[in-house]
């Protein structure tokens, strides 16, 4: 079983659309959760950075976290299609350097 | 804050020929990542640095490559002899501390011929 796991997509969705994307992961010792969006030949950009349970809301987007469950959302309204990118997932774990990224869902989405 | 910045952006090389990659860190950042994105095998860790020391280089693919990090604000990673099945891009990243999110250079994109 991978570590962590991200449906690659694509995703395509009209403007305007709630986006949803996922990612779960095996080991519960993973503490920290972190969402990056990717444009292409750009760098990974940090969106949200989580370490509990629950939801976080930065603007349109909402990170959520379930721990029971080894399961992290992200959550995007009112989508744009400057959201038009690739998604990563990072979990990582406290006291250690082991951070593992999802392999990133691309998303369209068409004006 | 400049961020995380690469050299070069693009490098296209022979087989055989030596590549080295550059990164300075954002400035007071203790930790120090070296990636490789492909669209097979997605962002794999090779190397990260601690406070300039290696810690882990259990992702570095063979002897071909090699890193370093002589000062708080610089690393390398270089490929001798390069292969074409090194072209991919690679990203440099950097932290502050053990619980803090990466920051990510755009990148150098290499293409070995």
């Known amino acids: 079983q991978k570590e962590v796991e991200q449906d690659p997509g694509p995703l395509s969705v009209p403007e305007g659309a709630i986006v949803s994307l996922n990612c779960t992961y095996s080991n519960s010792a993973f503490q920290y959760f972190m969402w990056y969006r990717q444009y292409s030949r750009k760098g990974p950009e940090l969106l949200m950075y989580?370490?509990?349970?629950g939801n976080k809301e930065d603007g349109r987007f909402t990170a959520q976290v379930d721990k029971s469950s080894k399961y992290i959302s992200l959550f995007i309204r009112d989508s744009q299609p400057s959201d038009s990118a690739t998604y990563l997932c990072?979990?990582?774990?406290?006291?250690?350097?082991?951070?593992?990224f999802g392999k990133g869902t691309k998303l369209t989405v068409n004006p | 804050d400049a961020g995380v910045i690469q050299s070069p952006r693009h490098e296209v090389t022979e087989m055989g020929q030596e590549v080295t990659l550059r990164c300075k860190p954002i400035?007071?950042?203790?930790?120090l990542f070296w990636y490789r994105q492909t669209m097979m095998r997605g962002l794999e860790l090779l190397i990260y640095f601690n406070n300039n020391v290696p810690i882990d280089d259990s992702g570095m693919p063979e002897d071909r490559f090699s890193a370093k990090m002589p000062n708080a604000s610089f690393s390398t990673l270089k490929i001798q002899p390069s292969e074409p099945r090194d072209s991919a891009v690679y990203f440099c990243?950097?932290?502050?501390?053990?619980?803090?999110?990466?920051?990510f250079g755009n990148g150098t994109r290499l293409t070995v011929t």
């Open positions: 990243a950097s932290r502050d501390r053990g619980d803090s999110p990466l920051h």
């Open positions: 989580t370490y509990s349970s």
């Open positions: 400035s007071g950042h203790d930790y």
């Open positions: 990072l979990v990582a774990q406290g006291g250690s350097e082991k951070l593992v």
